[in-house]
């Protein structure tokens, strides 16, 4: 397997993140699944 070089850290600390499933299926199950991923990038952004 090939792997991706590893980005360099941004001076803003602000980047683009994209999700998408395989064959662009869907990748939550509903809203509260998202809302719940997203509550979670949220505090790892407050945690620094």
Avoid: C, P, W
């Amino acid at each position: 397997m090939v792997t991706r070089q590893a980005r360099e850290l941004s001076s803003t600390g602000i980047y683009h993140v994209m999700l998408r499933g395989n064959e662009r299926k869907n990748i939550f199950e509903d809203d509260e699944d998202k809302q719940q991923f997203l509550d979670g990038i949220e505090e790892k952004r407050k945690d620094g």
